[in-house]
């Protein structure tokens, strides 16, 4: 099931469209609860309906509204019901029915497409499987298999003993020749089946059936729940999803990359023009150097400089770790003083939009192995965001605990928070999000592209808990046991 809600679906009439175009269905209002958004593709959504009285008749037209959560403003618009589903003893098979997208309202079609990456993203192999899957004993005859797959339009069945446990497929490719095929035909499954059996746990993620599937030799896999076969995953149809994911998050980047382009043009633009603007005062004789250096102009241009420079560090790091170039320069760190360095560096900074920025440590802290120049490089990044996206006022906390065999540093902050949608590009190069700084800071959209590579380098994980209007966590966890 997706991890996405349908918080409400709204149907009534539509009296700005004529009668004749579309019917449009009208039943009482349901709670939010009644429906929930199985699935989702470019052209519609299956959605789940477990109640017989509210599913809507096939060919009528619905308005709908999707949310990711409650402070999402959603996407509207009208589809049509193409197709009902009944309840079916499988739970993989929900009650529901098929909603072909007609129109957007308000030219929506864009944070559909949000929505729809989103979806894909958080598929599971449930999803993508057939639970209806030909399943057949060992003992049945080859000649009732091919029967059965012809009648269910398969190329292949699973082949299990009476308890559901697969034993190996037979496809068409396992029938033999015309020479000897008669006895063939006679004999049970079990001697012609392919037993060199892969499976797929049903807690697998999809990336993995694709790494398994994409070279071409396994068309399909077997889904397992709890040692008994529940469906089957066809190539065809992962290929299909993987393709459309990567083809949504090509055309995202590519959005977000020549955003930022023009964003550091711009921002490259300002500091150089006013640096020209210096030398031709100075040059022309209408400042002295003396009132020069004296006017404040030097530290002007020398930040703005310092802001190039990190501008361009930031675009030279992401290249060089795409290219595996960036080696890590190991050695025994205090976790702790390196994060007390960092917040006192940042103390100006935070005192100048009065924040409170703190960090707790309950318990004592084991050294890593690590490069102390990178680790900073990541929480400069990581308190600096919070900073960033915090209000005048606020508090931004850092938190240090060791779990297990793992150092754990969280950033806390209370700013506007992350919309939902916007989450898996988050730590993508140019993956800026919605939400902007408090106070107009600058911002690439490389700095968590940047640390998430970095953190992975040392061994790492890096993740984010969000919430919109209560705040943001960053967490990050270095390996103990490993790197010493």
């Not at 120049?373 to 990581?382: G, H, I, P, T, Y």
């Not at 999000?433 to 380098?457: D, F, H």
Request: proline share 4%; hydrophobic share 45%; aromatic share 6%.
């Amino acid at each position: 099931m997706l991890r996405l809600d349908l918080r409400e679906l709204r149907v009534g009439l539509d009296r700005q469209r004529s009668a004749a175009a579309m019917t449009i269905m009208t039943m009482p209002h349901q709670p939010a609860t009644t429906f929930r958004l199985a699935n989702i593709s470019r052209s519609g959504m299956f959605i789940e309906a477990d109640v017989a009285g509210v599913r809507p008749a096939e060919g009528s037209a619905l308005h709908f509204s999707l949310h990711l959560d409650e402070h999402d403003d959603g996407v509207t618009g009208v589809g049509l019901v193409r197709w009902v589903r009944e309840r079916s003893l499988s739970i993989y098979r929900p009650a529901g029915f098929g909603l072909q997208v007609l129109e957007f309202h308000e030219q929506a079609e864009r944070r559909y497409l949000e929505f729809l990456e989103a979806c894909l993203l958080n598929l599971k192999i449930t999803d993508l499987m057939d639970p209806n899957f030909p399943s057949v004993g060992p003992d049945v005859a080859v000649s009732d298999v091919l029967k059965l797959m012809t009648a269910r339009k398969s190329d292949c069945v699973v082949v299990a003993d009476g308890g559901g446990a697969p034993l190996g497929i037979f496809s068409t490719a396992d029938v033999p020749p015309l020479a000897g095929r008669l006895q063939v035909l006679k004999q049970g499954v079990g001697r012609h089946m392919n037993p060199a059996l892969l499976t797929l746990s049903v807690d697998s993620e999809t990336e993995d059936a694709y790494s398994i599937m994409r070279n071409g030799t396994l068309m399909h896999i077997p889904v397992i729940d709890d040692g008994v076969v529940i469906g089957m995953l066809a190539a065809r149809d992962l290929v299909r999803y993987w393709a459309e994911y990567m083809e949504l998050q090509s055309k995202r980047l590519a959005r977000n990359y020549e955003r930022a382009m023009s964003m550091i043009a711009h921002d490259l633009r300002t500091p150089i023009g006013l640096i020209q603007m210096t030398n031709v005062m100075l040059t022309s004789g209408e400042v002295t150097p003396a009132e020069y250096m004296s006017s404040g102009f030097a530290e002007v241009v020398d930040d703005r400089c310092s802001m190039m420079m990190g501008l361009i560090d930031d675009i030279l790091d992401v290249q060089r770790i795409k290219a595996g170039l960036v080696r890590l320069n190991r050695d025994h760190v205090d976790t702790e003083e390196l994060v007390r360095k960092i917040i006192r560096a940042f103390m100006p900074a935070a005192n100048a939009k009065r924040i409170n920025l703190g960090l707790k440590i309950p318990s004592a802290v084991p050294k890593i192995k690590a490069d102390p120049l990178r680790l900073e490089q990541v929480f400069n990044n990581l308190i600096s965001n919070a900073l960033k996206f915090s209000y005048e006022g606020a508090s931004v906390e850092v938190i240090i605990v060791t779990r297990h065999s793992q150092v754990e540093i969280s950033v806390v902050d209370h700013g506007p928070g992350i919309a939902a949608h916007e989450l898996s590009g988050l730590f993508q190069e140019y993956g800026n999000v919605s939400t902007q700084p408090t106070k107009g800071e600058k911002r690439t959209g490389l700095g968590l592209a940047i640390a998430k590579r970095l953190v992975e380098a040392h061994g790492g994980t890096i993740s984010v808990q969000t919430k919109q209007g209560v705040g943001t966590t960053f967490t990050v966890l270095l390996p103990i046991d490993a790197l010493q």
